[in-house]
């Protein structure tokens, strides 16, 4: 079965290309002030690309404020597990197109990579999905469902509302999430751990209004001098993020070589590397923290002033399993108790997004490890993602006792939401390979 899978996907890689090229020419941006009408046609060539694979009672999902997201699902044989399978339509917008080397919305291959926006993230991800239901022709060994949703890029507000809205839709045993990618290309890859996000906004004043800095100057405090003390007792003197109280966890999966890392961050020669631990567990499993933005006075058009009142947004990255909650109210405490000379100081909470460690001791994280090994001819490798997926935890929620696997045929020259964003098109019909693998072992899965 397995030499069949392979021929088969082998013999499908024009017509993956076909429908990945088909879907890239669709600018279907789904932010507010683009055109909506491309998301929808985008949800419908999405649809009809699933239905001639073989997927039936398709589907548009609309909710009110929303942009379409696409159901269908195909039957396997009688009391065969369920496999409910993610990707989404949207896209990031192309951002300056002369960053670009071709045009964003038109598909071009230059040494065996597809460039586009979305031609990765992940628009990849559903052809992935109609390819390994081609390759067992519509009739896999499991009942497979997917649903491709339309917002994803853009918004997150109507995600709980879609999931859990279609709870008996959706529901499945196996979830396969193929919006990440592989560590190297080549290298089959798990994503496990998802840090959460919290950030909160803080002014300091200090006096009614601005005043001139040498008639008044020496003994009133200015706000962005305040400020900036504030702000640097975030870390310690080795870089460690200094809020008390926040967890830290360990890390297991892959090693992050410092070359490399410093290579693809693009720090600048010479520039140290903050914190301690290893790389790997400062980027995916402890906080980091930092400062994203400042309101004060600009240098072009400074006076001589004392600043009465300065803001800054802070933004802390949170350990997987942290609570959100608990880790803003550390980080307000924190800034309130480290407030100088008794200024005055307002706080605003942003929206936290959790984080998610993935349980992967479960028969499907097994049989996904075979089927990726098979796949590549490499042992699996495990990664965190430094940002949220906020559908994970979603789905986590909704469906507590179904595996969730996180996967994709990005790679780590796939540019996603950048200039010049490509997929592989060897790691696509990997990627589907392996899918297509997975569904055949979990067939093994009893009920
Ligand atoms: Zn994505």
Do not use: C
């Given at each position: 079965m397995t030499q069949d899978l392979r021929t088969a996907?082998?013999?499908?890689?024009?017509?993956?290309?076909?429908?990945?090229?088909?879907l890239v020419r669709i600018p279907s941006v789904a932010f507010e002030g683009?055109?909506?009408?491309?998301?929808?046609?985008?949800?419908?060539a999405t649809?009809?690309?699933?239905?001639?694979?073989?997927?039936?009672?398709?589907?548009?999902?609309?909710?009110?404020?929303?942009?379409?997201?696409?159901?269908g699902r195909v039957d396997g044989p009688e009391g065969s597990p369920t496999v409910l399978l993610y990707a989404h339509h949207d896209v990031q917008p192309s951002g300056p197109e002369e960053l670009w080397d071709t045009p964003p919305f038109e598909p071009v291959e230059k040494d065996g990579r597809l460039f586009g926006r979305g031609s990765a993230d992940?628009?990849?991800?559903?052809?992935?999905?109609?390819?390994?239901?081609?390759?067992?022709?519509?009739?896999?060994p499991v009942t497979?469902?997917?649903?491709?949703?339309?917002?994803?890029?853009?918004?997150?507000?109507?995600l709980p509302t879609l999931v859990h809205g279609r709870r008996d839709l959706l529901t499945a045993e196996v979830i396969v999430v193929a919006d990440a990618g592989n560590w190297r290309t080549g290298q089959p890859t798990l994503t496990t751990t998802l840090r959460g996000l919290v950030d909160c906004t803080l002014e300091v004043r200090t006096l009614e209004l601005p005043v001139?800095?040498?008639?008044?100057?020496?003994?009133?405090?200015?706000?962005?001098?305040?400020?900036?003390?504030?702000?640097?007792?975030?870390?310690?003197?080795?870089?460690?993020?200094?809020?008390?109280?926040?967890?830290?966890?360990?890390?297991?999966?892959?090693?992050?070589?410092?070359d490399t890392y410093r290579g693809e961050a693009g720090v600048l020669p010479g520039v140290e590397l903050v914190g301690e631990g290893p790389l790997a567990?400062?980027?995916?499993?402890?906080?980091?923290?930092?400062?994203?933005?400042?309101?004060?006075?600009?240098?072009?058009?400074?006076?001589?002033?004392?600043?009465?009142?300065?803001?800054?947004?802070?933004?802390?990255?949170?350990?997987?399993?942290?609570?959100?909650?608990?880790?803003?109210?550390?980080?307000?405490?924190?800034l309130e108790a480290v407030a100088p000379w008794n200024v005055r100081v307002t706080l605003k909470r942003g929206n936290p997004a959790l984080g998610f460690a993935v349980p992967t001791g479960g028969p499907a994280h097994r049989a996904a490890r075979e089927a990726l090994a098979e796949a590549y001819g490499r042992d699996v490798v495990e990664v965190g993602s430094?940002?949220?997926?906020?559908?994970?935890?979603?789905?986590?929620?909704a469906f507590p006792s179904a595996e969730l696997l996180l996967v994709g045929a990005m790679d780590e020259r796939s540019n996603i939401h950048a200039q010049n964003e490509s997929v592989d098109l060897t790691e696509l019909a990997r990627a589907a390979l392996a899918e297509a693998l997975l569904l055949e072992q979990l067939s093994n899965l009893s009920r």
């Open positions: 996907i082998a013999a499908l890689a024009p017509r993956m290309r076909d429908d990945l090229e088909r683009f055109d909506p009408g491309p998301v929808r046609a985008s949800a419908e649809a009809e690309i699933l239905a001639s694979a073989g997927f039936a009672d398709l589907q548009l999902i609309e909710l009110p404020g929303d942009h379409p997201a696409v159901f992940d628009k990849s991800g559903i052809v992935t999905h109609a390819a390994a239901l081609r390759a067992f022709e519509g009739h896999p497979v469902k997917v649903i491709v949703e339309g917002e994803e890029e853009s918004s997150t507000e109507n001139h800095s040498g008639a008044y100057g020496g003994p009133a405090p200015d706000a962005l001098v305040a400020l900036v003390r504030m702000l640097a007792t975030l870390h310690d003197e080795r870089g460690n993020v200094a809020i008390e109280g926040l967890a830290t966890e360990p890390w297991s999966g892959v090693d992050y070589p410092e567990e400062r980027l995916w499993t402890k906080p980091s923290v930092s400062v994203i933005g400042i309101d004060a006075p600009t240098v072009h058009g400074s006076r001589n002033i004392l600043v009465d009142r300065a803001r800054a947004r802070v933004s802390l990255r949170i350990p997987p399993s942290e609570d959100p909650e608990r880790a803003l109210s550390l980080l307000m405490n924190h430094g940002g949220s997926i906020p559908l994970i935890p979603v789905l986590a929620e």
